[in-house]
Nanobody, 123 residues
């Protein structure tokens, strides 16, 4: 069964850090671009970052540039999102998704999605 599973979310104070993980099973993650998306209550799902197959290029939403770093370990079929200097506006459910073609901000291009992990930034 093809599956993506996110982990690492939780409650953190403003200025804190979290590291999210996305593990794939049932398919070869190394053949896919992987995106991290987030969705806050009442808002549309937005792309946070994306890493291409070779890991050489990543894209970040302007709101997270300089604070979030994405990486991948194809041998472990896992991608990571290191989130530093977290702000209350980063509060959302974070999803990872796989795109067979390339990185894109269009959610329709991602064929596989995880169920998400909640990130809450609050004092």
């Amino acid at each position: 069964q093809l599956q993506l599973v996110e982990s690492g979310g939780g409650l953190v104070q403003p200025g804190g850090s979290l590291r999210l993980s996305c593990a794939a099973s049932g398919f070869s993650m190394s053949s896919y671009a992987i995106g991290w998306f987030r969705q806050a209550p009442g808002k549309e799902r937005e792309m946070v970052s994306c890493i291409k197959v070779n890991g050489g290029i990543t894209n970040y939403a302007d709101s997270v540039k300089g604070r979030f770093t994405m990486s991948r370990d194809n041998a472990k079929s896992t991608v990571f999102l290191q989130m530093n200097s977290l702000k209350p506006e980063d509060t959302a459910i974070y999803y990872c998704a796989a795109n067979l073609l390339t990185c894109s901000g269009d959610v329709s291009g991602y064929g596989y999605w995880g169920l998400g992990t909640q990130v809450t930034v609050s004092s």
